[in-house]
């Protein structure tokens, strides 16, 4: 039985599945989930000029990878295509590492984007898709969480929500963005504790009515009306909000950069993204990808 029907009344969104039911769910922990993710209930709370913008909302019951399902499509197909999972087999995080991704009670959420930009202009990109995750976190109630740089979202020290920005282009080619989202919602502890190397919390500790299909319309809104900012007008615009959000500024950290320790205070970012890294004897200034910050946040 299929538990949501095609969708498309909005001149935008043709083709949509929701490619799953009950039965497929048997042996998943979601059949004790008070919420399944909907297609009709999203695509409802999207506001319309940001709606339009989404060509296609997939919700899958499992696959590999959100990320992996989207980047599988043509190059043509994946702007404004939104892919969904209950569950996902081989999530993936950054810098190789996996991303726990059990069944029924988190979100994990691909969004596929093209930029007229090369790759060269879309190093701040990471940091605009976690600042767009993190205002839809705080406009679902959510008030202490920070960003920690360049795309976790901490509260309390512990990991909510992680960042996946995978890009294709060349230098003189529109790029093609697939941007991940994985925020912990229920996730259910007993089988978690030994599979997750870092501290992580979810939004139901702190929120323990929120709803799924509410975040998941909050964060497609927000970061269709954010990209499309950025696309216009580059990481200007978002400086100020990022300043609010900054969970390591002011902070000592432990930064690996390649087979060195890094060790320092963070005095802030700068415009084209890059982590400022005052280590006493000199001024850094860390581009994402290349380094990872082992300790320290505020949030
Ligand atoms: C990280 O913090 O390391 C990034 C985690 C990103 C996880 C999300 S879940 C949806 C999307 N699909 C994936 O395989 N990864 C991203």
New binding site residues.
């Given amino acids: 039985m299929a538990i949501c029907a095609g969708f498309a009344t909005e001149k935008n969104i043709g083709l949509t599945h929701c490619n799953f039911s009950h039965a497929s769910l048997k042996g998943h922990s979601v059949l004790n989930s008070p919420e399944l993710l909907d297609q009709a209930l999203i695509l409802g709370q999207i506001e319309p000029q940001a709606r339009n913008q989404l060509k296609n909302l997939v919700i899958e019951a499992s696959l590999d ?4 399902a989207l980047q599988r499509l043509p190059t043509t197909e994946q702007h404004g295509t939104a892919i969904l999972a209950e569950h ?1 087999t081989a ?4 810098l190789g ?1 996996p ?1 726990h ?1 059990p069944a029924g009670g988190n979100l ?3 969004l596929g984007w093209c930029f007229r930009q090369s790759l060269a202009g879309l190093g701040c990109l990471p940091l605009v898709v976690a600042l767009s995750a993190a205002q839809a976190l705080t406009r679902s109630g959510m008030e202490k969480h920070r960003v920690k740089w360049p795309n ?1 979202l901490m509260l309390d020290g512990k990991k909510l929500c ?3 920005v995978e890009v294709q282009g060349s230098a003189r080619e529109p790029s093609h963005a697939v941007l ?3 925020i912990n919602i229920r996730m259910p502890a007993e089988e978690t504790a030994a599979e997750i190397s870092q501290p992580w919390t979810d939004l139901s500790t702190h929120l323990p009515d929120c709803s799924r299909n509410s975040l998941a319309a909050l964060l497609l809104e927000e970061l269709i009306v954010q990209l499309s900012l950025f696309a216009e007008k580059g990481f200007a615009p978002f400086m100020q909000q990022w300043e609010k959000m900054d969970g390591l500024k002011g902070h000592n950290v432990d930064v690996a950069a390649g087979n060195r320790m890094l060790h320092g205070i963070v005095t802030g970012i700068d415009q084209s993204g890059a982590l400022l890294l005052d280590t006493g004897s000199e001024m850094l200034s860390l581009r994402v990808g290349e380094v990872s910050i082992m300790a320290a946040c505020s949030a």
Avoid: A, E, H, I
Wanted: aromatic share 10%; proline share 0%.
């Fill in positions: 990878s959100t990320n992996s996902q999530g993936r995080g950054r590492r991303w991704s994990y959420m691909s976790d992680g960042c996946l991940g989202v994985g």
